[in-house]
């Protein structure tokens, strides 16, 4: 059998990669992505496992049309809030001022249009080339958010067989790239029914097959990964905000973590991962000035990929830590699997205008499978925390941990290639 791999940001997702090195070690695999991407895809590439460009896109001025209509009108998630939270967190992403004023304008025209095409209407409306060679492959993975309309719009046609693999925990609550006549894979039971409730796919399309990057917590517990060399106790922060006029606010924030720590554990030290995306790690220049402000920023190499061992590292830095904190992050969740209690800082924002520390705390992924979890560890004080700094003892802060573990089946990534293979719904 031959499975064709759908990909997109492979040069960052390390375990997408390992997924189908292992998949290539029991079927033939060939990985299917845009034409621009080959060389970043061809750079990390699995042994015995070719790229086969996207040749699907056709260009007509219908096509055009539809694409501009479906962008206006599409069908959103039942997590609304948090749809248009992501929506204007990209608008605002742009670096040229006045790419950034356009976005904006086209997100606010978005936001007040009532909103009536499905994802099938519009993969319906597609011409595509049908210039990619199928003839050979048996079944298509897809990974969301979909890498190509267009291609998927064939396969449906074609009647080929497609799994969609939910890659994230926050992708159900704000893609809109979900159709009813593919199967799906994801992470936990909680997860499959984000994806059956938001975007009302029938629950026996949908398979939970685990998550793949914590195939790298599985392989971290099955080792003996030294400690840091660090000659003083720690707090971790994980950061999370990937927008530049929004980290300002997020440092902020971690000063407020470093005072606190200062006053109650003067001998600690504030440990700060950056966030791996953010591509001006200037922004964080303010805390370097803070005496007990320490950065773990070496993991970071020439693109997006991280060394497999900086990832093992990445366990043992929050399993050795006294504790986690975050704003909202993967990490935060990872951090769970540890016996470090992990914990969401919601408190010191300003709760007025869509791009504020407030909105992205309260992620739609965040307060479902964190913060209403465990209210316990969502720290809603600078007095709070203070008194949560003096008591990370207590075993109260540690059940988001076992009610975590207990979502979640970690296995190895051979098991999970198999599984989003040929795992189907019970």
Request: proline fraction near 6%; aromatic fraction near 12%; glycine fraction near 4%.
């Amino acid at each position: 059998m031959k499975i064709a791999f759908v990909v997109s940001f492979f040069d960052f997702r390390n375990d997408v990669r390992r997924v189908i090195a292992e998949a290539a070690e029991r079927y033939e695999v060939v990985v299917l992505g845009q034409p621009k991407d080959a060389e970043a895809i061809g750079a990390h590439l699995p042994a015995g496992v070719a790229f086969r460009p996207i040749r699907e896109r056709q260009p007509s001025l219908r096509n055009r049309i539809l694409e501009r209509i479906y962008l206006l009108f599409r069908k959103i998630p039942r997590s609304r809030e948090n749809f248009f939270l992501m929506e204007l967190f990209k608008a605002n992403y742009h670096p040229e001022p006045q790419v950034r004023a356009r976005a904006l304008r086209f997100f606010r025209q978005v936001q007040r249009l009532p909103k009536f095409i499905a994802y099938d209407t519009y993969l319906d409306g597609l011409d595509y080339q049908a210039g990619t060679d199928l003839t050979d492959i048996d079944s298509f993975v897809y990974f969301t958010a979909i890498a190509d309309d267009y291609l998927l719009a064939r396969l449906i046609r074609e009647q080929k067989a497609v799994r969609v693999y939910v890659y994230s925990w926050d992708h159900p609550c704000k893609h809109t790239c979900f159709s009813k006549r593919v199967d799906y894979a994801c992470w936990s039971e909680p997860i499959r029914k984000d994806i059956v409730s938001l975007q009302n796919i029938p629950a026996d399309r949908v398979a939970v097959v685990g998550a793949s990057q914590f195939c790298y917590i599985h392989e971290y517990r099955q080792r003996e990964v030294p400690a840091p060399e660090r000659s003083y106790r720690y707090l971790y922060f994980g950061c999370a905000i990937g927008i530049p006029n929004l980290v300002p606010d997020e440092v902020r924030l971690i000063k407020i973590l470093a005072e606190a720590l200062a006053q109650v554990q003067p001998d600690w030290k504030l440990l700060v991962r950056p966030y791996p995306v953010l591509t001006d790690w200037k922004l964080y220049e303010p805390l370097r000035q803070l005496p007990n402000v320490v950065f773990d920023e070496h993991f970071r190499t020439g693109d997006l990929s991280v060394q497999e061992a900086e990832i093992m590292k990445k366990y043992a830095t929050i399993e050795h830590a006294e504790a986690f904190f975050h704003l909202g992050t993967t990490m935060g969740l990872e951090a769970c699997f540890t016996g470090t209690p992990s914990f969401i800082l919601n408190f010191g924002y300003v709760t007025q205008g869509g791009l504020s520390l407030y909105n992205f705390i309260h992620q739609y992924q965040n307060d479902r499978h964190l913060i209403d979890l465990a209210p316990q560890n969502a720290i809603e004080s600078a007095q709070k925390l203070s008194e949560v700094m003096v008591d990370l003892s207590n075993p109260e802060f540690r059940k988001l941990n076992e009610q975590v573990q207990a979502q979640y089946t970690l296995g190895t990534f051979a098991e999970f290639a198999e599984a989003i293979v040929t795992k189907q719904p019970q």
